[in-house]
């Protein structure tokens, strides 16, 4: 028996590692694709075929793994219908998992498009990409793309958000379920009856959460903001807003950086309200009805904000800074570099080398401040005084003008004069599909 026992170990020491569980493709249509979504596994991938899926995609306790995404995604012509009760597509306790190429069609029901569901612990690594969502305007309370829990690391890429209640809205109303190193980027939102996208304040940082104790970016770049066809409401409410950081502890070092959108048009409201620790910078801001930037206490308080390099048009207030009465500021807050046309160009903060003017004055610098959309040109007429700003170095993309065109010289606003077409380039916000 020694002898047989020394044999098998000897066996099983020369036999091959068990290989690891290959990743399969999928493929599903209607009337089949629930039944494959519980085996699903990391790496795995599932492509829907076209046609009307009229039963939603719960996407519960599904795990992937770094580098080995589960992916969900559509040929042409997938597209899921909203039904009554349920959220399209609902996500609980779900990581590294990734969506795309899918129409959702919410048929003004009362439901949001995509939402990592309130009961849930986490949804972390959650990829959302070339995304049509529509028509879920029942309320300012029907969302795009919501996430209710912990979410970590979200990827929002390349989605069209259209004629919804509100575009995308990240975090809770208390402060609670925190959205931590975000990026959302290259997606194109019109026609919200509130926010185009906000992201909530944030209490203390769960101690559960990835790398909750390192300082995080969320980072919101390359998108359009547009709120043209909003009615003015007695709940009116910006086109982005953003809330702070934990106050203390782990997260209260986190940034938003703002940098490359367009927003556009809002006849109720500020484009951009604000608060925390912010990087804005290359961004274009026109609003021919209101206010375009607003800084202030909500919240909490604006603390560390940088503002360059962005060209802003506005009837009311170019870019505003606000403390609550009596308070010593203690956090640096900067303006530079900034090309500013409006009512009141620049209030507020640290203020140097911005060059100002009111709302008409735009006419005399830029090529075609006043067009449509679509024939917007905010490049200079000529080539502006340069002040290099050094200070900036290190944000992402700040050598860059919003077009991705290198600065040759630090001259203010968020276009080059060297731009031979028109400035900003909406051609790279998708039209999908």
């Known amino acids: 028996m020694r002898a047989f026992g020394r044999l098998l170990i000897t066996l099983l020491l020369l036999a091959p590692p068990t290989a690891p569980a290959l990743a399969i493709d999928y493929s599903a249509g209607p009337d089949d694709y629930r039944s494959l979504l519980g085996q699903l596994r990391p790496g795995d991938r599932l492509l829907l075929r076209a046609g009307d899926y009229a039963r939603g995609l719960p996407l519960h306790r599904l795990s992937g793994e770094p580098g080995k ?6 040929e042409p012509g997938t597209r899921f219908l909203a039904r009554p009760g349920q959220n399209t597509i609902s996500l609980l306790d779900v990581s590294h998992l990734t969506i795309r ?15 990592a569901e309130g009961h849930g612990r986490y949804a972390h690594f959650i990829t959302l990409e070339h995304l049509h969502i529509h028509d879920h305007a029942a309320s300012q309370q029907n969302v795009g793309i919501s996430s209710k829990c912990p979410a970590f690391g979200w990827v929002v890429r390349g989605n069209r958000i259209e004629r919804v209640g509100t575009g995308m809205y990240f975090g809770d109303s208390d402060g609670s379920d925190p959205f931590v190193a975000g990026r ?9 009856i509130g926010y185009s996208l906000q992201i909530k304040h944030q209490n203390a940082r769960p101690t559960d959460m990835p790398a909750a104790d390192e300082r995080h970016d969320t980072i919101i770049r390359g998108n359009l903001f547009a709120k043209e066809a909003a009615w003015p409401d007695p709940a009116a409410r910006p086109n982005v807003l953003v809330g702070h950081a934990p106050l203390a502890g782990p997260g209260s070092r986190d940034r938003v950086l703002v940098y490359g959108n367009v927003f556009w048009q809002n006849p109720s409201e500020a484009l951009f309200q604000g608060e925390g620790h912010l990087a804005i910078y290359n961004n274009v801001f026109v609003n021919a009805q209101g206010h375009a930037v607003h800084l202030q206490p909500h919240h909490d308080v604006p603390r560390q904000v940088d503002i360059f390099h962005n060209t802003v048009l506005a009837r009311g207030n170019g870019i505003r800074i606000l403390r609550r009465e009596g308070a010593v500021q203690a956090w640096p807050q900067r303006l530079r570099g900034n090309l500013v046309f409006a009512a009141q160009p620049i209030s507020g903060g640290e203020a ?8 008409e004055a735009a006419a005399r ?18 080539p502006l005084a340069a002040t290099a700003h050094p200070e900036f170095a290190a944000y992402p993309d700040a050598d860059k003008d919003i077009d991705g065109r290198a600065r040759i010289a630090s001259v203010p606003g968020a276009c080059v004069a060297e731009a031979t077409d028109p400035c900003p ?8 599909p």
Do not use: C, H, M, Y
Not at 352 to 359: A, E, I, K, L, V
Not at 425 to 432: D, E, G, H, I, T
């Open 425 to 432: 380039r909406l051609a790279k916000v998708p039209a999908w």
């Open 365 to 382: 610098f830029l090529k075609q401040p006043f067009a449509e959309l679509e024939r917007l040109d905010l490049a200079p007429r000529a």
């Open 352 to 359: 140097s080398d911005n060059q100002t003017g009111n709302f």
């Open 184 to 192: 959302i980027e290259n997606n194109r939102i019109i026609d919200t």
């Open 101 to 115: 190429d899918l129409e959702l069609d919410g048929r003004n029901l009362p439901v949001d498009a995509v939402k």
């Open 69 to 74: 995404p589960i992916v969900i995604t559509g």
